[in-house]
Nanobody
Framework: QVQLVESGGGLVQAGGSLRLSCVASGRTFSTGAMGWFRQTPGKEREFVAR????????SYADSVKGRFTISRDNAKNTVYLQMNSLKPEDTAVYYC?????????????????WGQGTQVTVSS
């Protein structure tokens, strides 16, 4: 089992920045990839970014490309999401997720473990 705890959410004005953190504990040696997703009320949870744990290879949703950066600190078992140039449409609950395989893509069913989520609100 892998436990994930997110932090760093909050209220920010449009154009501002936030950095989300996700600390993994438990059987972290089995982690192949980690990702960030977000969800607003009444909508499906959507992919934001993903990073392969060993290689550091990343991928992003088109809606955040160039504004968000995912990174990881292997020693701290932590993955980050740096969010710049935030827009009101980025408002959502952001979830951290972990997969046992490094070939994980952008679908929620590909991930094995989930955090509890952290709220990000961007005011206009």
């Amino acid at each position: 089992q892998v436990q994930l705890v997110e932090s760093g959410g909050g209220l920010v004005q449009a154009g501002g920045s936030l950095r989300l953190s996700c600390v993994a504990s438990g059987r972290t040696f089995s982690t192949g990839a980690m990702g960030w997703f977000r969800q607003t009320p009444g909508k499906e949870r959507e992919f934001v970014a993903r990073i392969r744990w060993s290689s550091g290879m990343t991928s992003y949703a088109d809606s955040v490309k160039g504004r968000f950066t995912i990174s990881r600190d292997n020693a701290k078992n932590t993955v980050y999401l740096q969010m710049n140039s935030l827009k009101p449409e980025d408002t959502a609950v952001y979830y951290c997720a972990a997969s046992r395989t490094r070939y994980t893509g952008t679908f929620t069913y590909e991930y094995d473990y989930w955090g509890q989520g952290t709220q990000v609100t961007v005011s206009s």
